[in-house]
């Protein structure tokens, strides 16, 4: 028993001096409890709202002062012209519109029935759906303050709307966010093994003596991986396409340059990741496990950035899925130019040159080692 006992204080003594051990005991658990505690959450909040008030009377401003008092929704700004709305949408800031007709508290005042309209920007159909029934929750609320519970008549006719996904499918919201995810890992784990590869073959050493610098090995590598990956990409895009239906209403060319580009960002990753691990396995559980999670979790994939706290919302800043998918739905389901994803495209450009940059230099010191 005395050995059996000296065995497991040496076994706990092993543990508490092992920092990766104690931080996969402790650690991950804790992060992941508080990330999905936040993050996996149904309640929507901060919905981007634009107004266009044809009518601005008390009615309108009561109603107004309903929807944004509620913690659901956030004042976006007031439109003036038809053709401001369509603007409002394509920025990406905007999820829904209301939309007064002229007159509208004057016919409420005379015992008429008064038209409004909420229109949806359905490119992401939870939100769409959700923003449409608190927003007709709070007008019949307010009707019903007006007129009474028991009154059988509507004197506010809320007409619905949505733009971008008319009919609602899921498939316009899952496809753009899996095609990041999976270009994302896939390109991540070419490369990531790659150079890992190349020290548990003994290999590295002959490309260490060779007159190539560091620069010109790490894009030597990446180069070929981005011709493949890109191969990937299409088939993928096609898949949407004709498989899901995805529609492509913005410009082809734009769409396959910001592939191409998006490519190349995760393969500079997975090219680090190469450069630190010590292993294939390590670097195989890097790609896969640390950046599956977050790219789920944090993109905007599954659940709207939004709700998450504003901690959340900076790291979710510095994944590269996250803007990647804001291009393809404009792109794909929008129809927007370059106009409107230069500053997504300029993020990812940075990241890229962020990641290739560290990948050389951490390449250059193991060539002085």
């Known amino acids: 028993m005395s050995r059996f006992t000296s065995l497991v204080k040496k076994e706990f003594n092993h543990i508490f001096r092992d920092r990766r051990t104690l931080l996969i005991l ?3 658990p804790i992060m992941q409890i508080l990330i999905f505690g936040y993050v996996v959450n149904s309640d929507f909040k901060n919905i981007g709202i634009a107004v266009f008030d044809k009518s601005d009377d008390t009615h309108t401003r009561k109603i107004l002062t309903k929807v944004f008092s509620s913690g659901y929704f956030e004042f ?3 439109i003036h ?16 519109v209301l939309v007064f007709e002229p007159g509208f508290g004057d016919r409420i005042d005379s015992g008429q029935q008064a038209n409004l309209q909420i ?3 359905a490119s992401d159909p939870n939100v769409a759906n959700t923003a449409v029934g608190y927003l007709s929750g709070i007008i019949r609320n307010y009707q019903a303050e007006i007129v009474g519970p028991t009154v059988g008549q509507m004197m506010v006719d809320a007409q619905l709307r949505m733009v971008f996904n008319e009919n609602l499918i899921s498939a316009y919201m899952f496809v753009p966010g899996t095609m990041a995810l999976i270009l994302m890992l896939i390109s991540a784990l070419l490369t990531s093994i790659s150079v890992t ?3 548990e073959l003994g290999t590295l050493e002959v490309i260490l003596v060779s007159p190539l610098k560091p620069s010109q090995i790490i894009i030597g590598k990446v180069t070929p991986y981005v011709l493949l990956a890109f191969c990937n990409g299409l088939m993928i895009l096609l898949l949407g396409h004709f498989v899901f239906g995805l ?7 734009l769409l396959l340059a910001e592939l191409l580009l998006y490519i190349t960002l995760s393969l500079s990753v997975g090219i680090l990741i ?3 691990a010590k292993s294939q396995q390590v670097a195989m559980f890097a790609s896969l496990f640390i950046l599956m999670l977050p790219t789920m979790l944090l993109s905007g994939f599954i659940f709207p950035i939004e709700n998450m706290p504003l901690a959340l919302q900076w790291l979710s800043a510095c994944l590269p899925p996250r803007w990647f998918i804001i291009i393809l739905k404009d792109i794909m389901l929008k129809g927007n130019g370059l106009a409107y994803v230069w500053d997504e495209t300029l993020i990812l450009l940075v990241m890229t040159a962020i990641f290739l940059f560290a990948a050389i230099r951490k390449f250059s010191i193991r060539l002085k080692v």
């Open 81 to 96: 012209d038809e053709e401001g709305i369509s603007s409002e949408f394509k920025t990406g800031r905007v999820k829904a």
């Open 119 to 121: 229109i949806t920007d």
């Open 76 to 78: 976006a700004g007031n």
């Open 197 to 199: 590869r190349e020290k």
């Open 247 to 253: 529609p492509v209403s913005g410009s082809i060319v």
């Open 26 to 28: 402790f650690g991950i």
């Open 274 to 276: 190469s450069t630190i």
